[in-house]
């Protein structure tokens, strides 16, 4: 009896994992942020690779890794900056779109922006 009860969460994290990794292949390649937005990292760089915001929102953004190489998420004109992600890892950034323009955000692993890891932030 345990095991069906271990097995219940399990199917159900399975289901979000999967809903999870569908959205971030979502064609739509620019998205504006309202409330969390899904940032996937893969082997094509980051999708969306443009996120819109307005002056003076708070931005959450969930980072997720499912290239099989570390990345991280770098918006240095923002000063936001994540630790290396580790292939399936994700982390959450959260911030205040206090300047308004357009910045490039990118994966800088190995010190300099790694070719066709960036995208663009504007901030309205």
Known sequence: MKKKWLLIPAILI?????V????GYSSD????????T???INNNGFTPN???VNKDDEVN??????DNKKHNFVL???????????PGETTTVKFKAYK????TFVSDTPGTPEQGYKGTFIVK
């Open 100 to 103: 308004q323009g357009t910045f």
């Open 14 to 18: 399975l289901l979000n994992v999967t």
């Open 50 to 52: 443009t996120i819109s």
């Open 76 to 86: 240095r004109d923002l000063f936001i900056f994540t630790h290396n992600l580790n």
């Open 20 to 23: 999870f990794v569908l959205k």
């Open 29 to 36: 390649r620019t998205q504006n942020v309202q409330g969390t």
């Open 61 to 66: 953004l969930m980072i997720h890794n499912i």
């Open 38 to 40: 899904i940032v996937t």
